[in-house]
């Protein structure tokens, strides 16, 4: 009974595998270099199944031959077996370099043409890798263009951006599954990544190597929009801060300025023009879906919460614990919900 048991475990343990909220690459495309990636690997899972079926069908087909036979093992290889043995080894060897060398030669070739994906971006993005965060900066040619932002990246659908990736600690790896592969992001290494998307939606991205406690919570979400919806994402970014209408939100804001969040963060169009880029840029806030790199929802109740206690929702978060009276906290929060 405890077998059955544990089979069934393993059985919905092993469906449960499909119920993914970000379905892979394999099934969910959205760019021409995760195309040609998926290509490869279902070109690699083909040969490679049959490779197995081949070996695992030879491994029964000597082990049931050998049961056949009644007689006991022969003493003497006879002539004609032992040129079969030569025969079979110099096929499986034979096989083998040619599989090996149509494998690389494939992924030569599939490296080639995601290179070739790597030219004349409309769009140019640093991508600062924090511990766990990532600063944006969107460059331009035009100071007054330029703008910051953290952890949701719009980009127009169809063109090609260019990250220009930096770490300011440790090595980190940012990854779309799909959009693109991965690509590391080393400190004092600068790399770039080329994505392009082919449709608009929303795509998660990640970091995928080990960096510290809130590794997991290191998401990068990624907002692909209409040429139009981005345009209009942008002009607003550039835009600076909301100023505060009501007593309670002049307050708020002065309890930001006046208090301790601006040792780090910005706001621009006020006084917190940030002493350190160890924050994220907060003058659009309320313009993001979640908050600490995706550990909780952008609400009025999880940013009230963060403030509060932030290691209660992302433990080890660089973030201090910064007190407030109750009203000040209250205030902070209606101006903070005004960061449209
Ligand atoms: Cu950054 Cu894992």
Redesign the pocket.
């Known amino acids: 009974m405890d077998q059955v048991k544990r089979f069934c475990l393993l059985a919905t343990s092993l469906a449960l595998l499909a119920c993914s909220r970000n379905p892979s690459m394999l099934q969910d495309l959205a760019g021409p270099k995760a195309e040609k990636t998926s290509q490869l690997f279902w070109f690699f899972a083909v040969i490679e199944i049959i490779v197995w079926a081949l070996v695992l069908g030879f491994l029964f087909y000597s082990l049931w031959r050998r049961r056949e036979s009644k007689m006991g093992p022969p003493l003497q290889p006879s002539e004609a077996s032992e040129r079969r043995a030569l025969i079979g080894v110099s096929v499986a060897i034979g096989a083998t370099v040619l599989i090996l060398t149509t494998l690389v030669g494939a992924s030569y070739v599939v490296d080639k043409q995601l290179l070739g994906f790597e030219k004349d971006p409309t769009v140019e993005i640093e991508v600062t ?1 924090h ?2 965060w990532w600063e944006l900066r969107y460059n331009s040619a035009t100071e007054s263009e330029i703008f910051y932002t953290a952890n949701e990246m719009h980009i127009p659908v169809g063109e090609n951006v260019r990250l220009k990736l930096r770490s300011s600690d440790v090595i ?2 940012l990854w779309f599954p799909n959009i693109s592969g991965k690509q590391d992001v080393i400190p004092g290494r600068d790399q770039d990544l080329y994505i392009q998307a082919d449709r608009e939606g929303i795509f998660e991205g990640k ?5 510290g406690l809130q ?1 997991a919570y ?1 998401g990068l979400r990624l907002f692909v929009d209409s040429k139009e919806k981005y345009a209009a994402w942008k002009a607003a970014q550039l835009q600076p801060s909301v100023e505060p209408k009501s007593d309670e939100e002049k307050h708020g804001r002065d309890v930001f300025t006046k208090g301790a969040c601006l040792m780090c963060h910005v706001i621009r169009g006020t006084e917190a023009m940030g002493y350190s880029s160890n924050a994220p840029e907060l003058t659009h806030l309320k313009s993001r879906t979640t908050i600490g790199a995706g550990a909780a929802p952008n609400t009025k109740g999880y940013l009230g919460g963060w403030i509060i206690d932030p290691h209660g929702i992302k433990p080890g978060v660089h973030m201090p614990t910064i007190l407030q009276e109750p009203k000040d906290l209250q205030a902070l929060l209606a101006y903070l919900e005004i960061l449209k």
């Open positions: 890798a511990q766990w980190h790896s970091c995928s190597e080990f960096c590794h290191m």
